[in-house]
């Protein structure tokens, strides 16, 4: 049987490229017979383009949408509501990890909701050692915590050199949805 050794991958940094690139890997996998599962931790997030591809992979690639529609600028008063939001995503992939049923599983911006507080880290590295062996990990977004570096086979971080929005130019179809 092939020896598989299942990774925990980190997309981290400031550069546009975190969520396109763990897609990439979602469209690797699916090619090659894996099973993949996207938990997107800030709803909203995933653009039209990707939503649509992705229903064309079904049942082998499966993508759901968990948030509460959290944004940076989210009252204190709403907050109780996508902290839950937030650790009950957590519940479940803890739970879908363990299914045994996904090659890969994919926690896109899991790193902005212990950013603002939503996930304790520590949670996240429960969550982490609770991994099948065999099973690929992969976790998005900005400003990704040093334990959670410090756990990890595969760390890759954007590095921003240029972005169109710096110059005035919109979101373009495609690109950014
Ligand atoms: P993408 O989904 O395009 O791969 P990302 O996952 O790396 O982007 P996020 O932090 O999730 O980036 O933010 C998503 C949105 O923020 C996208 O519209 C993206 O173009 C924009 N963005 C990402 N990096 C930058 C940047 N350095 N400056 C301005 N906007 C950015
Ligand atoms: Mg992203």
């Not at 204190?76 to 939001?85: G, M, P, Q, V, Y």
């Amino acid at each position: 049987m092939e020896n598989i050794q299942g990774l925990t991958i980190i997309n981290t940094g400031n550069g546009k490229g975190k969520t396109t690139a763990a897609l990439g890997l979602a469209l690797r996998a699916w090619g090659n017979g894996l099973k993949v599962l996207i938990l997107q931790f800030i709803k909203g997030n995933w653009k039209y383009g990707e939503l649509k591809a992705m229903q064309q992979l079904a049942p082998n690639l499966v993508i759901r949408q968990m948030g509460e529609g959290f944004t940076q600028r989210e009252q204190e008063a709403e907050s109780e509501k996508h902290r839950l939001a937030a650790q009950k995503t957590i519940e479940i992939a803890k739970q879908e990890m363990e299914s045994g049923c996904w090659d890969m599983i994919i926690l896109d911006e899991l790193n902005y909701a212990i950013k603002f507080g939503l996930i304790e880290v520590d949670m996240v590295l429960e969550m982490i050692a609770l991994k099948p062996k065999q099973m690929h990990l992969v976790i998005t977004g900005r400003d990704a915590k040093e334990e959670i570096i410090a756990c990890a086979d595969l760390v890759t971080e954007m590095k921003e050199v240029k972005h169109p929005y710096k110059a005035g130019i919109k979101a373009q179809r495609g690109i950014e949805f």
